[in-house]
């Protein structure tokens, strides 16, 4: 099992290893701030061997966050308690990204321990926005439809947000294009049918994601890797689709960007979409193809998958999510031979 334990070097950048943590919302945070479960929750996976940490949507502005709980990198004072968190995961051996996130009209939900239901104002809440007034689900509060003006503000606050990233130590910036949330709701012609130069065409429904991409590249590193997590299909007829999310590709590695985060679905509500191991591998495979690498989710829970997926040149890197909440220690398992060193001071459990 070689392949899972060769590194890979994006840019200055070298991954010890073909595994990831895909960010997964931990809805702990208090006012956007890490804390002491986020240090041990990230710490625990890179001392069990995953090469790749991704710590979770982050929203770059407080309504931008899906629940009152989101960790947030909209303000300095973010910035300091994520440094702990990068430091331990650098002291491990693997390599700290950030996934940098709007959440648009899926913005203002209670945590999904709580139910998960849409937050008003009247209940610590907030006014939710889009690219059109079209709720994710037709009993919740139409969202705002937003204007140009406060289209360049939400790109101003993404490009903020990787400067903040840049100071936390992150070597990695993830820009979530993916699962219903803004960026992916402007790319839908289902949730996006504004007649300006955000909306209509492919070009123009791309042109915020673009923008975002152009805003981080100016104050983020050249040397220093740039990821995006797509949705590589609505899941419903006219909605976006592989085709168009391969068109996207091209374009942005022309751009500069490393590497493609691929998932699926999210963004409408009756989505028909059939949900087994492997899934979404064949939208990794599809999309390397255009030269850019991918990383491969979605219920990936055994090493001979992960295996099959590296030796079949289907994705360059391979996420496990429910699979390290289950099992942070993964990796330690797999195989006696290449596995990442047990961590010195657990060294008599073996």
Known sequence: MNTIFEPITI???????RLGMPPMCQYSAQNGLANNWHLVHYGTRATGGIGLIIV?????????RITPYDLGIWDDSHVEPLTKITQFIHSQGAVAAIQLAHAGRKASHDAPVNGGKQLGTHNGG???????????DPNEIKPKALTTTEIEKIIFDFREAAKRALAAGFKIIEIHAAHGYLVHQFLSPLTNVRTDEFGGSF???????LQIVDAVQEVWPLDLPLFVRLSATDWKENGWDLAETIQLCQILKNKGVDLIDCSS?????????EIKPLYQVVFSEAIRKTGIKTAAVGLITKSEQIVKILENNQADIVLIGRELLRNPYFALYIDEKNRPQWPVQYLRAK
């Open 265 to 273: 679905g999210g963004n409408i509500l009756d989505a028909n979409m």
């Open 203 to 209: 070009e123009n429904r791309s042109r915020l994601l």
């Open 126 to 136: 907030w006014e939710t926005v889009a690219p059109s007034p079209i709720p994710f």
């Open 11 to 17: 840019k200055s950048v070298t991954i010890p290893n």
């Open 56 to 64: 979770e949507a982050t929203g770059v502005s407080p309504e931008g």
